[in-house]
């Protein structure tokens, strides 16, 4: 029983504590995005990069079926700053 509590308790602190950060860019906070939410949360001015601790935990908890779909779904790539052909006010 103890050993049931213990995971839990661990993977219940994995889904709150991810890898990939929230970023401040110009006063306005970018958030991590993933397959399921990448239309209403990447933004194209914004470059990301993949989170490669993301995969890693998908892959390792595979079997537990609600990590991976947290990490891939919802925190996949975090930002990392701006594009270097971002201009602003002016739309692609």
Do not use: H
Not at 3 to 13: C, T
Not at 28 to 48: A, H, V
Not at 54 to 69: E, H, K
């Amino acid at each position: 029983m103890k050993k049931v509590v213990a995971v839990m308790v661990v993977l219940s602190m994995l889904l709150i504590v991810g890898c990939g950060d929230k970023m401040v860019i110009e006063g306005r906070t970018y958030d991590t995005y993933g397959i399921l939410n990448m239309d209403e949360s990447k933004n194209p001015d914004i470059q990301y990069k993949l989170i490669v601790g993301n995969v890693v935990w998908s892959i390792l908890l595979f079997q537990t079926i609600v990590m991976p779909v947290y990490f891939v779904g919802w925190s996949l790539y975090e930002p990392v700053g701006l594009r270097e052909n971002y201009i602003p006010g002016v739309v692609d």
